[in-house]
């Protein structure tokens, strides 16, 4: 696939991390958090981490949406569905997160609840159309990339008088999520992973554009790389972190220019202003509560508003407790810290929402890194600096673009 | 319409620039020409 294959070409990968290697310092830390689960995936998939050297470490940050939703939020849904007898309609992988009493989604559709698996919020809005009869809740969820469909979806709603078609808005935002991982109450009172910058995200970023990431390498003096997310933007987008560490400089550079501007789509943008409007506060998995962090339905626009609607009230629910995807999330721990990971806890039956995704950090870890962890602790005594070979080319077959069902 | 473009649940969010990926590929090539970097096969 044009502008797929080239950017996943398995010897040009090998030279960038010859060039990493040889441009780190020995002497210095080089601690990245990628924010986005799109990154994660692709780190774990293609063996991103295996081709760095030692002081260069990626740490999972939390843009993976079904990872931060709060088992209160899942909850709400639940009820939704198997007390107001709703067609309750949402992406795929929100329907194994966990949530309380031993529910999820999935167990719920299996009590006989009407749950829809959709691919778009369009097809939410069409069940609607199609089933006149019915109450129709989409229950939405995901960052900047899937927030302009739902406010399309909202506007589109109010235009055609379709009144039965209503959206329990779970929309959080990128700039919000990085500001309380550099600065919040936890951070000061558990402490926090000394990070040396960012990559930035990919699609998010097409959306906000580069911009609000200059507050972060200003204020809070971190280097920024926004990156695309085919294994050789992000081994481009750590030599860039590199160079920027070892010059002193704290910059927002852009490695995916051939989608990201600095204003980003200003038309999208526009649109979520229509639609929405800020949240004073928002519950995250793993952050806790995060000020103006999500986004509310506005008032215009309230009869298309589920939680108006049907009155519905968030309960906060405490995490389980051997879980450690809240300390996960912040990068605070590693998936393998974790006393249920890969045995209680697994993307068959998971208890962590790290765990459900695809682009969890746990499941991420689960599906590709710890086979290649205990294959790597074998032949230690290999000679001097090798560069592990890792054929990226090689998983090009899964030629679909993740993109497109998971919401970043 | 002969773009390429970013999907994302079923939305374009944005249009690919031919130019930029070119260059961006050319920026990948060029780790591959300084001279300390080992050739293929190294590993």
């Known amino acids: 696939v044009k502008y797929i294959d080239e950017f996943r070409d398995g010897s040009l990968a090998r030279r960038i991390a010859a060039q990493i290697a040889a441009e780190v310092r020995a002497d210095r830390r080089y601690h990245f958090m990628e924010f986005c689960g799109g990154h994660t995936h692709a780190i774990s998939r293609y063996g991103v981490a295996d081709l760095l050297p030692p002081n260069v470490k990626m740490i999972h940050g939390p843009g993976c949406p079904v990872c931060v939703l709060p088992i209160g939020r899942v909850d709400l849904a639940i009820a939704l569905a198997l007390e107001q007898r709703v067609m309750l309609c949402t992406y795929g992988d929100v329907l194994r997160v966990p949530a309380s009493g031993g529910l999820s989604l999935l167990k719920a559709k299996a009590r006989g609840a009407d749950v829809r698996m959709i691919y778009s919020a369009a097809d939410a809005l069409d069940l609607a159309r199609r089933h006149p009869e019915r109450e129709v809740v989409f229950f939405a969820i995901g960052f900047e990339t899937t927030t302009p469909p739902t406010a399309l979806v909202i506007r589109q709603a109010a235009a055609e008088g379709i009144g039965n078609f209503s959206v329990v808005c779970n929309h959080v935002l990128t700039p919000a999520a990085i500001g309380n991982i550099l600065e919040s109450p936890e951070v000061r009172r558990l402490g926090t992973v000394p990070l040396d910058g960012f990559i930035g995200p990919a699609h998010v970023s097409t959306v906000i554009g580069s911009q609000p990431y200059e507050f972060f390498a200003e204020e809070y003096r971190k280097p920024v790389v926004i990156a695309g997310f085919e294994p050789l933007d992000v081994m481009q987008a750590i030599l860039m972190l590199a160079r920027q560490v070892n010059d002193g400089r704290c910059e927002v550079e852009n490695e995916f220019t051939r989608a990201v501007t600095r204003d980003g789509n200003l038309k999208a943008q526009a649109l979520v202003g229509e639609v929405f409007e800020l949240r004073r506060a928002f519950d995250w998995r793993g952050l806790g509560e995060v000020p103006y962090s999500a986004l509310a339905i506005r008032a215009e626009f309230g009869a298309w508003d589920a939680e108006r609607k049907f009155a519905l009230r968030t309960q906060r629910v405490a995490d389980n407790k051997a879980c450690e995807c809240g300390a996960i999330l912040r990068g605070l721990k590693h998936p393998r810290d974790c006393r249920i990971f890969g045995t209680v806890c697994t993307p068959e039956s998971p208890v962590g929402s790290c765990m459900v995704s695809s682009e969890g950090a746990c499941a991420a870890y689960y599906s590709y890194g710890r086979h290649r962890e205990v294959a790597a602790a074998a032949p230690a005594a290999v000679s001097a600096p090798v560069i592990p070979v890792v054929l990226l080319a090689s998983t090009v077959t899964e030629a679909h673009d993740r993109a497109e069902v998971a919401a970043s | ?43």
């Open chain 2, 1 to 43: 319409v002969g773009d390429y473009v970013i999907l994302h649940v079923g939305y374009a969010l944005s249009r690919l620039d031919p130019e930029e990926a070119e260059r961006t590929l050319a920026l990948f090539r060029e780790a591959g020409l300084s001279a300390e970097v080992p050739q293929e096969g190294a590993a």
